[in-house]
């Protein structure tokens, strides 16, 4: 298992550094840049949703806290990027720690209402904080990165730094995911009865990894508000909270790779359509995007539940498995030995739910 | 578990393949240019300007002669201007008439013989009104089609959120949002065209201290709009001797207002200022008819289009309201510069479009691609040379919003020409007495 993740760790760090030279124009790598940082949305929700099994509608709350504070330390306190950047994450883990409690005594529905709750609170703290904030007509002057006087103005630089973070990040993920706390999780996703039954603090579990998805998050967003250089409330919005909730269930929910997956997927879709869709239909604009993205929702929810990558090993799999079946009945069939073999063995249900 | 893996690692392959399949699709519109001169061609090959046939007709002779861009060819490829503008979302309403408006003005201007003899190319993009969108199209629009300047966006968060990536590009960028902050402090590569709010808030209250309005009720919706209105309002209504007595917000969603409404007529105001775009605005007038509120109601500038006038029905009538004056064109005295190239506008606009978007929106669109067309027959295609004759050669130059006159420290260069008091009188625009 360990084996194997270094292998794919390193092929993935080979191939993120070397697209920018593959795709040299700063529009692609711009693009590359916000696979990034959804891509450390995707994943952080990934832990959460996938993992724990506890639905999130308002995760652009904790990107937009994170955006934010390190917006407003540094644009109107002057304060040192990377210590804001700190600063914002302790204070949206804060925030995370606050709000678990109460929110996790919901459970089901009543959870993803209390996160989408929470969503809408901080999208309209944002737009009538005026003072701090300011307001509807946005956060100006965030400046660039830098470090020791190298400064992450460049497309390709900031590229780096971005996908930098989230492979430090997917590698933390990892190794929560094959933890004691990883199989916490998992038992609470099952069966919270049943994990508390056996011994598992799952309250404690559930609100560290709010935590730990919610730093994520608000790492993401000091690293839009330090590429952007300018925010405003609507980026932050509930459509966000739902952009990432797509990544997530696209990429498979039970799966930290499918999350960035996800992320890559949704958003050069995204840009494709917005692109392609105006030149095939004239009069047509980006609307047809979000048609696009339902019809990829409802298929992927309906023929692969467990998300498009996990979901086409499991077609694979099955193809085997049924191919080998066929193999199987047909030798059956030939020698006329047994009669009333079920021909599908009640075990592809199994596989199905794996 | 160790065919999954691999299997994802295959699939992360393959998403990186789509990849290059987007590069493969975005790279495809780039050699269109090189062959694009003959679509131009026969729309400049109009019985009424045979001559300018002439340039065009030879450029893919050339081309091909000499396929390898030496100079003379490249300055024949059309003139590739960007039009980002919001096409979809909550902003459609800004983004379709600008649209329309700078596809009519392409079909113009290269009906005429195009800029010096040599086509114009619209490359328009759709910000979805979205402002991480908005980057991302503008960086596709300088990297990927490689424009010479870019109209737009249409809104004034997106305009400021790609104000970083146009001054990083160098690349003249003419806006159609209002805000203030966009040319202020003045950016070297950013102009706009719409008055600010200052200029449109002056109008109003000096109409409103004309008329004796002197205890003000005021209601703005909680975007951006509405904050920059209620920030200018406070600045200009002291000097005026106008004093604020209500100060309430709604929501640009929201579906009544009546509660705040409410309120503002308790503090028994001369007059009730609401600063928002419809629908709001327009529940807004609703509710006043509806609680039988006597005073009279201004508006904002963002009710300046027929979705207003449709929503609110008779409770429209008699809302007064600082705006451009191509709502009135008709009515203004012959003696106005702008009166002509309204009315011009206006016909070619309903000509093509559904009237009913004929708006001042359009009209800051069609003043961005001007002032860049203008500029382009001086400087040539060089972003630099270009950015310096926008800023040097737009001088009194008549649009559809006002009279322009850039300089090195003014990037929108209206003045008081550029706003007039309008009223709705039985679902029409007149000019307010």
Known sequence: MRHQNRIILSALFVVIGVLPFVFTSSYHISVMIFIGIHAMLAIGLCLLMGYAGQVSLGHAAFFGLGAYASGILTASYHVDPWLAMGLAAIFTGLVAFIIGKPLFRLKGNNLAMGTLGFGIIVYIMLVEMTDLTGGPSGLRGVPSLSIFGFTFDKDIKYFYLVWALALLFLILSLNIVNSRVGRALRSIHGSEIAAEMLGVDTNKYKIQILIVSAVYASVAGSLYAHYVTFLSPPPFGFKLSIEVLVMVVIGGLSSVYGAIFGAAATTLLSETLRGTVPKLLSGAGGEYEIVVFGVILMVVMIFMPTGLTSGTLNLVRRWRQEKALRVETREAEDGNAVTGVPRVPEGRTAIEDN | ?433
């Open chain 2, 1 to 433: 578990m160790k065919q999954p893996k691999w299997l994802m690692v295959s699939l992360l392959l393959v998403l990186a393949l789509a990849a290059l399949a987007v590069g493969a699709c975005t790279a495809t519109p780039t050699p269109t240019p090189t062959t694009a001169p003959k679509p131009p061609a026969p729309a400049a090959a109009t019985p009424a300007k045979p001559a300018a046939t002439a340039p065009a007709a030879t450029t893919p002779a050339k081309s091909a002669a000499t396929p390898a861009a030496s100079k003379p060819a490249a300055s024949k490829e059309p003139y590739k201007i960007g039009g980002l503008f919001a096409i979809t979302g909550p902003a459609s309403s800004l983004g379709i008439p600008e649209r329309n408006t700078v596809q009519l003005l392409e079909e113009q201007i290269n009906q005429q013989g195009g800029i010096n003899g040599t086509p114009v190319k619209m490359v328009i993009a759709d910000t979805e009104s979205d402002e991480t969108k908005a980057v991302l199209a503008a960086k596709k629009l300088i990297d990927e089609d490689k424009v010479l300047a870019i109209v737009g966006p249409s809104q004034s968060g997106e305009s400021l959120a790609i104000a970083d990536t146009i001054e990083k590009a160098e690349i003249p960028l003419v806006s159609a949002a209002a805000s203030i902050k966009i040319v202020d402090p003045v950016k070297k590569w950013i102009f706009k065209t719409p008055q600010s709010d200052s200029l449109i808030v002056q109008a109003l209250v000096d109409y409103l201290k004309a008329k004796g309005y002197t205890k003000i009720g005021w209601l703005s919706v909680s975007n951006a709009f509405g904050d920059s209105g209620k920030v200018e309002f406070e600045k200009a209504a002291p000097g005026a001797g106008l004093t604020t007595v209500a100060k309430e917000s709604f929501g640009a969603n929201d579906t009544d207002v009546t509660a705040q409404l409410t309120r503002v007529k308790a503090a028994n105001p001369d007059a009730i200022v609401v600063w928002a775009i419809p629908p709001a605005a327009a529940i807004v007038s609703k509710n006043v008819a509806q609680l039988g509120i006597k005073q009279p109601v201004f508006q904002s500038h963002g009710i300046g289009n027929k979705q207003f006038i449709d929503l609110a029905g008779t409770a429209a009538n008699g809302v007064r309201f600082p705006v451009g004056k191509l709502l009135v064109a008709d009515s203004l005295s012959g003696s106005d510069a702008q009166k002509k190239v309204l009315q011009e506008y206006a016909k070619g606009y309903t000509a093509k479009f559904d009237a009913n978007t004929l708006s001042t929106f359009g009209g800051h669109a069609w003043d961005g691609f001007w002032i860049v067309a203008k500029a382009l027959e001086k400087s040539g295609p060089d972003r630099a040379k270009l950015r310096d004759a926008i800023e040097s050669n737009t001088k009194e130059f008549v649009g559809i919003t006002g009279v322009f006159s850039f300089s090195p420290t003014e990037h929108n260069g209206l003045d008081k020409r550029a706003v007039t008091m309008v009223e709705i009188k039985d679902g029409k625009w007149v000019n307010a007495e």
